[in-house]
């Protein structure tokens, strides 16, 4: 198996183009993922004569893509930004979580099935970092992956609260989720976790976030892992809190995609290392 096959291919081929193959992460743009190298790493690691690829999806079109998907081979699509609803909205048998999240981000083909391994990949990577169940988590933001954070962690017992640019998105979000959770400012005083769920260092904005008020053993945790490190990640450190970036998710959901379609344990510690 050739590693490069998954790197050539990401460089934004339209899935129209797409060449056989087993799995593959659709988005748009595509170019910049890092999932091509890590499930190779996985099946390299594991022994499996497999390959995954990258395509530019344009929102609208995943059903389309994933029926031509199918008569190329492919077994299994995660996706990203920002093709998460509308993977579900092609989904015919979503699960619960991704259902009530509103979101997926791994569809099987034969049957159209889907999952959000997003949230639980998440609640996975703090398995070390010291935050107890019942503490107190600040999540900023209220899109597509924020849901299914918010979710997770309700889930798991935490007690949230959540800032959002836009108050009333951040209602609905809590409504539709059917989660208990305080709407609050950026104000991380208490909170044991600090969580960007939110785009704002990738479009050049700022979040209010008062580091002076952060307890000083609380974790900043970013799930955006470029530029190295965040603006949000240097100005949790410049405070002198702990810092995670987003490539231990990426590894952890990528490990509980692969674990769900093929069904046998994935080999984390080589898809994270495939990542640094
Ligand atoms: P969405 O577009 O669905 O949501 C964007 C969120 O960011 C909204 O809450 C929005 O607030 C907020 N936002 C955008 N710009 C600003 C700004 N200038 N100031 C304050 N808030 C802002 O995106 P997603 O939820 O899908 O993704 C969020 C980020 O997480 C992305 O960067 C994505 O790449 C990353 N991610 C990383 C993963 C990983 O594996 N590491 C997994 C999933 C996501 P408002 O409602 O006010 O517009």
Excluded at 67 to 82: Q, S
Excluded at 199 to 224: F, I, N
Excluded at 251 to 272: C, H, K, N, Y
């Amino acid at each position: 198996m050739d590693i490069q096959e998954g790197y050539a291919l990401s460089e934004q081929v339209h899935w129209r183009d797409a060449r056989n193959g087993d799995y593959a992460v659709i988005g748009d743009p595509i170019g910049h993922s890092l999932s091509p190298v890590m499930h190779q790493a996985a099946y390299q690691t594991l022994g499996l004569e497999l390959t995954y690829n990258a395509y530019r999806v344009p929102l609208g079109e995943v059903a389309l893509a994933c029926t031509h998907f199918r008569h190329l081979g492919y077994k299994g699509i995660n996706v990203t930004v920002p093709l998460k609803e509308d993977a579900l909205a092609a989904s015919r048998a979503p699960d619960e979580f991704s259902r009530l999240v509103g979101a997926a981000n791994t569809l099987r083909l034969q049957d159209m099935a889907c999952t959000n391994t997003d949230g639980p990949g998440f609640i996975e990577t703090l398995k070390g970092l010291g935050i107890d169940k019942g503490a107190q988590v600040l999540l900023l933001g209220a899109g597509g992956s924020a849901r299914g954070i918010a979710r997770a962690l309700f889930e798991a017992g935490y007690k949230l609260c959540i800032y959002n640019r836009t108050p009333e998105r951040a209602e609905r979000m809590v409504r539709e989720l059917q989660i208990e959770a305080e709407l609050c400012g950026a104000n991380p005083s208490g909170a044991s976790l600090i969580v960007n769920a939110t785009s704002a260092g990738l479009l050049g904005g700022d979040l209010p976030v008062q580091w002076e008020r952060a307890e000083p053993d609380a974790v900043a945790y970013d799930l955006v892992y470029k530029p190295e490190p965040t603006p949000f990640l240097k100005a949790a450190s410049a405070h002198g809190l702990r810092t995670v970036d987003g490539k231990p998710l990426l590894a952890a959901q990528g490990a509980l995609s692969l674990e769900w379609w093929l069904g046998i344990p994935a080999p984390r510690d080589a898809m994270l290392a495939s990542l640094r």
